[in-house]
């Protein structure tokens, strides 16, 4: 198969494929194979929806038990033996053990439905329309998720005003310096700031797409005191950097707070499978029966996958894997910093990572490296403000064999965008 077939009737709108010009077929692990048997190691891991891997054994075979028993496919939203276990599983292995109390709401299957939810019921909730939301945040595509994603570019695309949301400073660049939080309180407190209190607060712990950035440990405490002196919901979107990605499950814990209300989806399913869930404090669970309804509020096996994925999780101690990983991660990027331009800036935790080009060059420079390591067999992406940060997201199961292999495709690749000058450092040059 030729890819003329997407190029005369796909619509234009179609983005990764431009990255990754190839047609994928298979999948196992941390490899993913095309129509002609070439194999790529996937540093990319479905934008975050396949922290497991492709295709893990653990949860395939739970996944066709079901199917092969005729299990149920479709039941909008009415009790089922495989919701009830994902429930449970959740319940039992996740939040018990970490004295979380949430509500479990099942919402339409992409993670900008959860963001929608989430803003909804914290509207309602506290009769307010305002949310204050973060620059650089991104949460999805749809109009209520698009008004709090600061990205410029997909925002043109509404067509419409997108209305009640304000951007606050996020503790990254020049407001690195200052005292967000106090700039905040002092917007909150003042009765002639010019800001409509809003109902909530939507943040990610890490800006994913926004180019890696890691609010601080004592920044998310100060944005959950905020929260509580002002009376506002502290929503965390924990779509891309929750489910393990940061080394704990969800990715606050290691500020120690608890938000309102968490939005999950991408890795959730265990399986690249589409599904997204909020969860909410009991006492702000204020919705009517069906008041926010939708065909496709949990895919059934969905739920098998995503019950496998949190055992698969906890009982193969995952969370250590993904610090050790980190370790061997941080180390290599930083030695390939150290070698080619100490300028490049490295940020990240767990098993999400982004080199930051945006000191030495422009996005072309990106874009170059990554189409090198796509044509040396390594699937990644790039983020962050004018796409300047190559984004590193290897699922967590991934061997570190495979993520060294990984990490000197990138290596390589960056060598040769970068040219050895006279002294020890090297420049980056146009080849294509
Ligand atoms: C933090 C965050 N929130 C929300 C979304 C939207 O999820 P979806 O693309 O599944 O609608 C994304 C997608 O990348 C995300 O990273």
Redesign the pocket.
């Known amino acids: 198969m030729g890819t003329e077939i997407f190029h005369q009737y796909e619509s234009e709108v179609r983005s990764y494929c431009r990255a990754f010009p190839t047609i994928f077929k298979r999948a196992k692990g941390s490899f993913i194979e095309d129509e002609d048997g070439r194999r790529y190691l996937d540093f990319f891991a479905g934008?975050?929806a396949l922290n497991y891997g492709h295709n893990p054994d653990f949860i395939r075979e739970k996944l066709i038990d079901y199917l092969r028993d005729d299990g149920i496919m479709q039941a909008l939203d009415m009790f089922t033996v495989a919701k009830g276990e994902f429930i449970k599983t959740l319940q039992e292995k996740i939040l018990l053990p970490r004295k979380l109390d949430y509500r479990i709401q099942c919402c339409g299957p992409?993670?900008?439905?959860?963001?929608e939810a989430a803003l909804k019921i914290a509207r309602k909730v506290k009769g307010r329309a305002a949310i204050f939301a973060f620059q650089g945040g991104?949460?999805?595509?749809?109009l209520g998720?698009l008004a709090c994603t600061g990205n410029q570019y997909n925002r043109m695309s509404a067509g419409t005003p997108l209305p009640n949301v304000n951007f606050m400073p996020y503790p990254f660049g020049a407001m690195e310096k200052i005292d967000t939080i106090a700039y905040m309180d002092s917007v909150l407190s003042d009765p002639n700031s010019g800001f409509d209190k809003p109902a909530a607060v939507l943040v990610?712990t890490v800006q994913?797409?926004g180019g890696i950035v890691v609010a601080p440990e004592e920044w998310l405490k100060q944005l959950r005191a905020l929260c509580d002196k002002h009376d506002l919901l502290l929503i965390v979107?924990d779509?891309?950097?929750g489910c393990g990605r940061t080394g704990g499950f969800f990715s606050f814990e290691r500020a120690g707070i608890v938000p309102d209300v968490i939005?999950l989806?991408?890795s959730i399913s265990g399986y690249g499978l589409p599904m997204?869930i909020v969860l909410l404090k009991p006492e702000l669970d204020k919705w009517l029966p069906g008041e926010h309804s939708g065909t496709f509020r949990g895919h059934q096996l969905a739920f098998i996958g995503g019950a496998a994925g949190i055992e698969m999780w906890t009982s193969q101690g995952l969370q250590q894997q993904v610090e050790q990983k980190s370790l061997l991660v941080e180390n290599s990027l930083s030695n390939i910093i150290e070698e080619l331009d100490p300028r490049l800036q490295l940020r990240g935790l767990g098993l999400i990572w982004g080199l930051d080009f945006s000191v030495i060059g422009n996005s072309d420079l990106v874009e170059r490296v990554l189409a090198k390591c796509f044509d040396k067999g390594l699937l990644i992406e790039n983020a962050g403000r004018k796409g300047q940060v190559m984004k590193l997201l290897p699922p967590l199961t991934i061997s570190e064999n495979e993520l060294q292999q990984g990490l000197d495709i990138i290596r390589d690749s960056m060598k040769e965008c970068f040219l050895r000058t006279a002294g020890q450092s090297y420049k980056h040059v146009v080849t294509r």
């Open positions: 934008a975050g992409t993670g900008t439905n959860a963001v991104f949460h999805g595509m749809s998720s990610e994913a797409e979107d779509i891309q950097v939005t989806s991408k997204a």
